[in-house]
């Protein structure tokens, strides 16, 4: 009989966070990376709010906040000057404990998540490589080239491909990955200095297409960069003192170090299919796109957490292989909205000519800080780059609609004073019944409590009493709300009943009670 673990192919973020993810639950996992070590340069610099969310469920958000900057205000330059300035501390307050920017640049992210696994006995297999696998009802049975180029046969009940865009998982797969690739060469330098920008604060140079972003981080700055108008014999050569010019100029900034330089080309794909059969394509695997609004590695991240407990689920015999059916569809039309929703932005800021320089030096400077200064729009704003509104609303977990909450909604936070809060439950990483109403009784339609049915079936019940911060997050007093482990809302009703949830769990092949 194969035995129950899974093996995960790359251990970039998405790996890694995918294997500590089901080791939490339980599950036993190998990790393997082609790559001798984990990578010292990186593109991904953004920690979104939902991703901190995922991360409070495992318990490494303080340490990851702690890693990174919190990004205080975002500048606009043109013409040498700060055009425009953003304030993006507590832009999203009310909604997440996590209502700030926070920057934690990848390799860094990598390290972090490396040393968790490896206080729960789990190690990244390096210069490991998948070289073959194959299917059955069974499970999956992989070769693998150790690093004295020796090969080993590994069963696996499944296998998750998060070995980035040149997947080989979905290469032997076969799972097409269309899109295309932008013109133009990007640049990535991480540089010490000194100069007005070097603070906590996010600085953009849009005098031209060829933009430059400076990230803050302890000690040093993240440059982004576009190389234009350079031939093509010459591209691939380049060095930082190749593209220090205007941009770097208006920035203001004097770099006394740098301490690497890359280049890169930016696409934008998604893989026709996320799963076949045992096999799962999860992060660059997946979906590839522009740096705009930094959602490529916490997309990523959502794959793994959306996988996991449903493999945890199916593997412990809490639901029936059907389950991971909805991981595709959950995630697949995330990423086709994402990937159209950066091109639009990135080909924005990237376009040439006077039409997009007069929008980008004339226009966005007047227009942003308006915007923020909006409350429905910031919070907006906030909800959008965050992934605080990514929902699964189409789902086949996803049921009901109470106050402004429908299945398949992120459960809103709520802020029960005295450092408390109602995600405070969500690191058991279970299924669990939250209801938020006034004191009295709790009953239900046709006499029967959500008391009653939550023990019948053996869930976890949460009651916290009704109040203004409820209402404002659109939950309903006395409503109901069956909460995934990942954080979702699978039902919304105000009238559940034993009989409601039972039929829930039996109609998509769960286990309760």
Not at 85 to 111: C, I, M, N
Not at 157 to 177: E, H
Not at 206 to 214: C, G, Q
Not at 297 to 318: Q, R, Y
């Amino acid at each position: 009989m194969t035995e129950k673990i899974v093996l995960i192919a790359g251990a970039g973020p998405t790996g890694l966070v995918l294997a500590l993810w089901l080791t939490k639950l339980g599950v036993k996992v190998r990790i393997v990376d082609k790559a001798a070590e984990p990578g010292t340069t990186s593109r991904a610099l953004a920690v979104q709010a939902r991703t901190l969310e995922f991360y409070h469920q495992v318990g490494i958000d303080d340490a990851v906040i702690a890693g990174g900057v919190k990004v205080e205000k975002l500048n606009l330059w043109v013409g040498g000057r700060r055009k425009a300035s953003v304030p993006l501390r507590d832009t999203g307050k009310g909604l997440t404990p996590y209502a700030f920017a926070l920057v934690f640049p990848q390799d860094a992210h990598e390290r972090l998540l490396i040393q968790k696994l490896g206080e729960l006995g789990v190690r990244v297999e390096r210069r490991t490589e998948l070289l073959r696998f194959s299917q059955s009802d069974a499970g999956v049975t992989a070769t693998l080239r150790r690093p004295d180029g020796s090969e080993e046969v590994c069963d696996a009940a499944y296998l998750a491909g998060c070995d980035g865009a040149s997947s080989a998982v979905r290469g032997q797969l076969g799972v097409g990955f269309p899109g295309g690739t932008y013109t133009g060469l990007f640049y990535v330098a991480d540089v010490e200095g000194t100069g007005e920008a070097v603070d906590n604060e996010l600085h953009v140079d849009i005098e031209d297409a060829d933009f430059i972003l400076l990230f803050p981080l302890h000690g040093r700055v993240r440059l982004v960069g576009t190389v234009h108008d350079l031939p093509e014999g010459e591209q691939g050569n380049l060095v930082f003192d190749d593209v220090r010019g205007k941009a770097l100029e208006q920035l203001k900034l004097d770099v006394e170090k740098v301490n690497w330089f890359s280049t890169y080309r930016v696409h934008h794909r998604v893989a026709l299919h996320f799963r076949d059969r045992r096999a799962f394509l999860l992060g660059d695997a997946a979906h590839i796109h522009s740096p705009v609004g930094g959602q490529g590695m916490n997309t990523g991240i959502g794959d793994a957490v959306n996988l996991a407990w449903k493999i945890a689920a199916v593997l412990k015999g809490d639901a029936s292989a059907n389950l991971l059916d909805t991981y595709e569809p959950e995630r697949i039309r995330f990423a086709r909205r994402l990937v159209a929703t950066t091109d639009r932005g990135f080909t924005l800021v990237t376009r040439r000519g006077g039409i997009a320089r007069f929008v980008r030096t004339r226009i966005v400077p007047l227009v942003v800080p308006l915007a923020f200064r909006t409350g429905a729009m910031r919070r907006l704003l906030f909800r959008t780059v965050s992934q605080t509104t990514v929902n699964y609303r189409e789902s086949a977990l996803s049921v009901g609609a109470v106050g402004r909450i429908r299945g398949g909604d992120r459960l809103p936070w709520v802020d029960l004073g005295s450092g408390k809060d109602n995600f405070a439950p969500l690191t058991s990483l279970e299924w669990q019944v939250h209801v938020y109403r006034d004191g009295g009784s709790g009953k239900v339609e046709g006499g029967r409590g959500v008391r009653e049915a939550c023990a019948e079936l053996q869930l976890p019940l949460h009651v916290f009493g009704w109040g203004d911060a409820m209402r404002r997050a659109g939950l309903q007093n006395g409503a109901a709300y069956l909460v995934r482990p990942d954080g979702y809302v699978a039902l919304a009703d105000s009238s559940v009943t034993p009989e409601r949830l039972r039929r829930y769990f039996t109609d998509r092949g769960l286990q309760r009670g």
